[in-house]
């Protein structure tokens, strides 16, 4: 089983395989038709206000993964939805819009998926 990242601006390809947004906001000036998703789990993406104060710092991120880890442990249904869609499509991508490709929510996403297996 694989899990990918990909920002939400880069083509989708057929490997991408289930194709799953995990940003709370809809990615700026790109159609839904151009994003091709198969699922938009915002309720996953970080709160408003971890979001808005980590604002993709890279100096804030050790402390960023440490307070989006928690959240995400109240989150355990989606987290149990992410890994099931997972196992059942062998391939999801994780889309995220950040220009950031290293300091994401969907690498920590990734990261708590994989713990898991």
């Known amino acids: 089983m ?41 309720e996953i993406a970080p709160s408003n206000d971890l979001r808005k104060w980590f604002n993709h710092e890279p100096r804030k991120w050790n402390e960023f993964q440490i307070k989006y880890n928690e959240e995400l442990k109240e989150k355990k249904e989606l987290i149990t939805q992410l890994k099931d869609i997972e196992n059942e499509k062998k391939i999801i991508t994780l889309v995220y819009a950040a220009k950031d490709e290293k300091h994401n929510n969907a690498v920590v996403i990734r990261d708590a998926l994989k713990k898991l297996e």
Not at 18 to 28: E, G, K, Q
């Open 2 to 42: 694989t899990i990918k990242i990909k920002r939400a601006y880069q083509d989708s390809s057929k490997n991408d395989g289930f194709r799953i947004l995990v940003d709370r906001l809809w990615p700026r000036g790109v159609t839904k038709e151009k994003v091709k998703l198969d699922l938009w789990m915002k």
